[in-house]
């Protein structure tokens, strides 16, 4: 067995022995226990913010660039 199997191992055996987070540790057995609740609202709007800028298409060069007739084209 290979160090990176056998850690990988020891940390599953010890998630294992000490639990994984899930437990409820404060409620006795028959307690409800208060749930989070959301604080969102949605639809989220940005009513402050500045329009987008988008970004208008430019030439790359300055002069029409023609191709010349193949044929065979229409």
Do not use: C, H, K, W
Request: proline content about 14%.
């Amino acid at each position: 067995m290979t160090i990176f199997a056998g850690f990988a191992l020891a940390v599953v055996a010890l998630v294992n022995a000490t639990g994984n987070g899930n437990g409820n540790a404060s409620a006795e057995s028959g307690e409800v226990t208060p749930r989070p609740q959301s604080t969102v609202r949605y639809p989220i709007r940005f009513d402050d913010a500045p329009p987008p800028r988008i970004a208008q298409p430019r030439p790359t060069v300055s002069y029409p660039v023609r191709f010349p007739e193949t044929e065979g084209s229409r």
